[in-house]
Structure formats: structure tokens, C-alpha cells
């Protein structure tokens, strides 16, 4: 099954039709999430003492499919080789938006095409003498410092002709680490002198969204997950951990942090332990990362982040598909506010029920929830719950993941259809299936069996 889980990949990467048969990729994608969890599921078939190798051979090989062809659903990569240029030149990514013209002379024609055939393409933007490949070419960069740190490395060390292979190949070798990462976590002995089962790890390295959203697409979401899932571990691991130890698992998750925002949602899961080092370190560690920024711009370094809310309809429930499970039975204007109530109630109950040697599991709980609620329209956002599920083995939240592409890829090709609604509601009904069997005593084994047993009285 995972020589036939490369090749359907493989095939699906290959294929380029988000804008002009988006019907026919989700085929495509649909056969690639089937086969995935037919060859998760063949795993256990494995004997136990090739289980890990295997795990990470498979993980190689399902990562290179991604590397077969340039990014095929998304452009956010171009803006990542635009701003490394831009700093390379000595200018702060802040300042200027793309189109702003004192940067025309650091244009590139690959990324600033002139011939207008190229330019009537799609995901083609106009701009002041001809087009450009990046996504809102009007407003400046949305992404936090160590993100943009990564951009200027990656521009410095590659040759321009290059591309963006480079940012490609660092998607790859990101997963691939988070996939070793993950395995070191999952097989530490517990107090009985025994390791966990390894099989949940193949839902990280295996799963269709990594070789497609952090290799294929290149979104810097893959290092985020890379930095968070080494916080995680160096967080756990000992029945007590020193204040050095804290600072330095608080610091790898503010450095998450400060690649993408997301990961600050398992902040509230890792305060059992040393709560003041912990956020101390965090919090410095994001500070310390945006204090160079902030002295060499002109402009806010936040750049675009106040209207990308705003464009995404994060203000606005009527818009863009947001908060689409509650506007079925709430009124547009209950849905901001209950789903703030309810993410405030879960992140309680994280912070007082979480066992600190399995924060994933309430870092799970609280990311899945905020995905149900917001029904976010942008699959790459969820590498982060595929990596807190392959740690902590309730596969059922998987299938917020596989929400999220169909809500992204699926969603074009039946425009009057609620794909996002439906797919959301889909992943809410088997999380509740999951909890509810569980709670019976009745839970699947899902490779870690910690898993089943803890969520009856811990998150």
C-alpha cells in the first residue's frame, strides 16, 4: 500500500489542475487520502521492530513526490523567494509591498513576467509593466521574523536559477525531521520500562498533506511544525524538567511562533510544567526574533496581518465561508462571539486537565476545535494537527485536515454547492464518533494506546 500511496501522489503532483479542472484534482485527492489510510491502517500487519523503519522510508519517499513538479495549488512560495531577494538588497521585507516601484530594479523576470500571453495565465497579477506570480502584490508581507529569516538564508545560499527547488528541497527535509522528531517523542520509555508504539507516526510522515502543502507548495508551515514538535519534546520526556530545560522547549515553540502564528495555540497546553519560564522564554524569544526587524524598518512589521483577518472574513461571518458550522444554526452576528466563548472554555479545560507529559493532547484538542469553529478555507494551516495527531493517536481528527482541502482545492469545482460546510460538518461527526467511543470503552486502537486509555481522564 505505500508503494501505491507514493505512486498515487506521485500522479496527483504531477497533475496540474487547481485552476483549470479543480473537479478533477479532487479526485485526485480523495484517492490519495483513501490509500493513506489504507496503508496507515496495513502498518499494523508490520512487525513491531520494522515499524520505524519503515515509517521513515515511506516518509522519504511520500515527501519526494512533492518534489516533482513546481507548486501547483498555491503561489505563496514566490512571495518567500521575493522577500529573500528583497533583503538580500539590504531592505527591510516590511517597507514595500511588491508592486511599490523602488523595488522594481530588484525584479526578476521569472517572478515579474513582461509577455502579455504569460500574463492572461491565472495566478497571474497585473503590475506596472507587465505581471507578477505573487499573490497580493499590492500589500506588504504578512509573515513573522524567523519566517523571513529562512527567506534571506534560502536566497543566500542558493543560486538564483534556482528557484524555488530550494525552498522545495527545505520542505522536504523539514517533514522528514519532523517525522524523526515525532519518532524519538513516541518511543521514549515510560515508567514501565517500555516504549510506545511507533504506528501514529506514520500520520505525520504518510499523510497526503505534507508532500502536497510543506514539499510541493513549499509553505514555511513545515518549519513551524518542525520547531513546535521539537519544543513539545523538550518539554516532556522527564517526570521533572529544569528551568533550562523550560526556557529552551519555550523558546523552540516561540520560534514556531515567529515562522507562522498558529503554533501559539499549544501555549496552554505545556503550563503545567514551570508556567512562568515557560512563557517567559516563549514570549522573549518571539520579542527577540522581531527586535532587528523592528529597527531596521519604516513600517510596521506586522505588515499585512490587520487585513488579511479582514479579507479572510475572520471579523465578518458572512464572509468567506467562515464560522460555517455555526451560521447553520446561529445568527451571523452570534458567530465571533460563541466561538470565542467556546475556545475560551476548551483553553480552560486544556490548562487544567492536560497531563504534562502528553501536552499534544491538549494542544489537539484545542487546535481541532478552532479549526471546527472557524472552518478555515486554506489546507496547509492544518500540518500542525496532523503532527499533534501523529503524537497523540486520535486519527479522527484527521479528517479536519482532509475538511480543510476539500474546503481549498474541492470547493471551486461546485461552486454552488457548501463544500466547506459539508466537509467541516463531515470531520465534526467523526471527532464526536471518536470521543464517544472512546468514552464507552470501544476506542480503535489507533497505534498508541496510551492514547485511548488517558483521554478518559486526561485531555
Known amino acids: 500500500m505505500l508503494a501505491a500511496l507514493t505512486v498515487v501522489l506521485a500522479l496527483t503532483v504531477r497533475r496540474d489542475g487547481y485552476a483549470t479542472d479543480p473537479g478533477g484534482l479532487s479526485w485526485w485527492y480523495a484517492a490519495a487520502w483513501l490509500v493513506f489510510a489504507a496503508a496507515a491502517w496495513s502498518l499494523r500487519k508490520v512487525p513491531v521492530r520494522h515499524q520505524a523503519a519503515l515509517i521513515v522510508a515511506g516518509g522519504i519517499a511520500v515527501a519526494a513526490t512533492g518534489l516533482l513538479a513546481p ?9 518567500y523567494a521575493w522577500d529573500g ?4 538588497a539590504g531592505i527591510s521585507p516590511y517597507d514595500h509591498a511588491p508592486a511599490d516601484r523602488e523595488l522594481a530594479g530588484l525584479r526578476d523576470r521569472w517572478l515579474f513576467p513582461t509577455d502579455p500571453a504569460q500574463c492572461a495565465l491565472p495566478d497571474h497579477a497585473p503590475v506596472d509593466g507587465g505581471c507578477t506570480l505573487l499573490n497580493r502584490p499590492s500589500v506588504h508581507t504578512i509573515y513573522p521574523p524567523v519566517a523571513e529569516a529562512y527567506y534571506l538564508l534560502m536566497d543566500e545560499i542558493t543560486p538564483g536559477s534556482a528557484r524555488l527547488k530550494p525552498l522545495q528541497i527545505g520542505g522536504a527535509l523539514f517533514a522528514v525531521g519532523t517525522t524523526l522528531g515525532l519518532l524519538r517523542i513516541v518511543r521514549r520509555r515510560g515508567p514501565d520500562g517500555t516504549a510506545a508504539p511507533v504506528p501514529a507516526v506514520a500520520y505525520w510522515a504518510w499523510c497526503p498533506a505534507v508532500p502536497v502543502e510543506a514539499v510541493n507548495n513549499a509553505h514555511v508551515d513545515g518549519l513551524a511544525v518542525l520547531l ?10 522527564r517526570p521533572a ?27 496552554p497546553a505545556v503550563l503545567r510544567r514551570r508556567p512562568v519560564t515557560v512563557i517567559l522564554s516563549t514570549v522573549g524569544g518571539i520579542a527577540l526574533s522581531y527586535l532587528p526587524y523592528a529597527l531596521a524598518s519604516h513600517s510596521s512589521v506586522f505588515g499585512y496581518l490587520g487585513g488579511y483577518t479582514e479579507e479572510e472574513g475572520y471579523d465578518d461571518p458572512s464572509a468567506r465561508g467562515r464560522f460555517a458550522l455555526l451560521r447553520l ?7 465571533l462571539p460563541v466561538t470565542l466563548a467556546v475556545l475560551l472554555a476548551v483553553t480552560a479545560y486544556v490548562l487544567r486537565r492536560t497531563n504534562p507529559e502528553r501536552p499534544w493532547s491538549g494542544a489537539l484538542l484545542l ?37 480543510g482541502a476539500a474546503a481549498y482545492v474541492t470547493a471551486p469545482a461546485a461552486p454552488d454547492f457548501p463544500v466547506p460546510t459539508t466537509a467541516y460538518g463531515v470531520a465534526a461527526g467523526a471527532v464526536l464518533a471518536g470521543w464517544a467511543l472512546r468514552r464507552r470503552g470501544k476506542g480503535v486502537d ?13 485531555v
Open 367 to 403: 487546535l481541532g476545535w478552532s479549526f471546527l469553529l472557524l472552518t478555515p478555507g486554506y489546507s496547509w494551516y492544518a500540518l500542525l494537527l496532523v503532527a499533534l495527531v501523529a503524537l497523540d493517536g486520535r486519527w479522527e481528527w484527521l479528517t479536519v485536515a482532509a475538511a
Open 228 to 237: 513546535t514538535v521539537a519544543g513539545l519534546g523538550t518539554l516532556t520526556g
Open 241 to 267: 524538567i529544569g528551568r533550562l530545560r523550560a526556557a529552551a522547549g519555550g523558546a523552540l515553540i516561540g520560534a514556531g511562533v515567529a515562522v507562522k502564528l498558529l503554533p501559539a495555540v499549544v501555549l
Open 329 to 335: 444554526a446561529l445568527p451571523d452576528s452570534w458567530s
Open 71 to 79: 507548486p501547483r495549488t498555491s503561489t505563496d512560495a514566490y512571495r
Open 446 to 458: 489507533a497505534g498508541h494506546p496510551e492514547a485511548l486509555s488517558q483521554a478518559r481522564v486526561n
Open 85 to 88: 531577494r528583497v533583503q538580500a
